[in-house]
């Protein structure tokens, strides 16, 4: 009964912390001018491949979070109390680090890092997951 109210209580705050990454990330690409812009020099040549690279680096946190969201409702990963803590904490991080990078609307290119750190490993727990069921 106790493994029960843990999974109850997981899987709400799993859910809300994938979704505050996905929203911040749209929010990020409507103000992805701000962000780029406000860094780089006044004239700048390669202002379109950063644009470019913005584009890329939130468009992959926000796949990766879909696709772990799918395997989540799929019920791959939805019960396992391991892989929902470990979401928890990798998307908490990202969410804490996201909310800095919107608000001091600096360093686009972590969001690269962002992916690896904190979007891709709970990915790869629930494709591990989903492979070996």
């Not at 209580?9 to 409507?30: D, E, G, H, S, T």
């Not at 962000?35 to 946190?61: K, M, Q, R, W």
Request: hydrophobic letters at 55%; one cysteine or more; charged letters at 15%.
């Amino acid at each position: 009964m106790r493994s029960h109210t843990r999974i109850h209580a997981l899987l709400p705050a799993r859910f809300i912390v994938i979704v505050v990454q996905v929203a911040f990330m749209l929010a990020i690409f409507k103000r992805k001018e701000q962000h780029v812009t406000s860094h780089l020099p006044f004239i700048n040549p390669d202002l379109e491949t950063n644009f470019f690279l913005c584009d890329v680096y939130a468009g992959l946190v926000i796949a990766s979070n879909c696709l772990e969201f799918i395997l989540f409702f799929l019920g791959y990963s939805m019960f396992a109390e391991d892989i929902n803590l470990c979401s928890i904490a990798f998307h908490l991080g990202g969410d804490l680090f996201l909310c800095y990078f919107y608000v001091e609307e600096k360093f686009y290119d972590s969001l690269l890092f962002l992916f690896l750190f904190s979007s891709l490993p709970p990915l790869l727990w629930s494709l591990f997951s989903a492979v070996t069921k």
